[in-house]
């Protein structure tokens, strides 16, 4: 069923646990995410980013992201994951998604703080959530989108949210989700990851309304036992889509190389990848519920 995040994050809060935000840039995909969530009988939010528009366009996949939410056994939600201009935004409030990263932070505090409000002010009568971020993710996935180029890597710490700017953005924009950086990187790790646990912790002490939830992005590769503090801290929505996305390639591979030459329908593969993206999505999931009480 497809259903509006902000009761989902509620529930998340009571319940200590993290709900997964994974990408669904096409089909298979879509299907395998939303067959692990019934799988597991849990909430799902599915999510289309501005940074997969060169693979498939909002208007191609959102009719397919709202026909498949509807039909859901679990709850679902429509999101739109780093929307990087109001125009694409807007665009996707007609589609019909029920939140919106409105992804502001490539700006200082100040423009940072009156552009998410602004359009807060625009779509929260309309009863759509809105994520913001605050604090620069650091990007080790490359894309041609502006803002999305490969990061510095060697100190995770310069991009670090601050707590003081944590508690003012949430005071003074409304949003329903602050995404911080914590020392996660979109993409994977170059080493090994470091979560700053007690960031979290002191971020979500000093915003004490607790209509405001907390997200991590850049999960892939992070260690299992940094996810599960770190929804212990206070993170109650996860971006995940890097290691899932890149799990298919090496058993394709496999795949074309046991057929030695022989003819290798298509069909088959596109099944195979979802067995592999539902496995994946599956196990992510089942991490982000470990703390479920």
Do not use: W
Not at 5 to 15: F, I, T
Not at 30 to 59: K, M
């Amino acid at each position: 069923m497809l259903v509006n995040m902000r009761d989902m994050l509620k529930d998340a809060e009571q319940h200590n646990y993290a709900i997964g935000s994974l990408n669904t840039p096409n089909l298979e995909t879509l299907r395998a995410v939303i067959g692990a969530a019934e799988e597991l009988g849990c909430p799902i939010i599915i999510n289309h980013a501005q940074g997969h528009e060169p693979v498939v366009h909002l208007e191609t996949i959102a009719p397919l992201m709202k026909m498949y939410a509807e039909n859901a056994k679990v709850p679902v939600a429509m999101h739109i994951d780093h929307g990087l201009d109001i125009d694409f935004c807007m665009k996707a409030v007609r589609a019909g998604f029920t939140s919106i990263m409105c992804d502001r932070s490539e700006y200082p505090l100040e423009k940072n703080i009156a552009l998410t409000k602004s359009f807060v002010d625009l779509v929260k009568p309309l009863g759509i959530t809105v994520e913001a971020e605050l604090g620069a993710m650091p990007n080790n996935m490359p894309t041609e989108v502006p803002g999305q180029e490969q990061s510095d890597l060697s100190d995770l710490t310069v991009y670090f949210t601050k707590v003081d700017e944590a508690k003012r953005f949430a005071e003074e924009t409304g949003v329903d989700v602050l995404a911080i950086s914590i020392g996660t990187v979109h993409g994977m790790y170059k080493a090994k990851s470091d979560l700053d646990i007690e960031r979290i912790k002191a971020i979500r002490a000093a915003i004490t309304d607790q209509n405001v939830h907390l997200g991590m992005h850049g999960c892939s590769g992070t260690e299992p036992d940094q996810v599960v503090a770190a929804v212990n801290a206070g993170i109650k929505k996860i971006n995940y889509f890097t290691a899932m996305d890149t799990a298919v390639a090496p058993v394709l591979k496999q795949m074309i190389d046991d057929y030695e030459g022989r003819p290798l329908n298509y069909t088959l593969m596109v099944n195979v990848a979802m067995e592999v993206l539902q496995k994946e999505a599956k196990k992510a999931m089942e991490l982000f519920m470990t703390c479920k009480k």
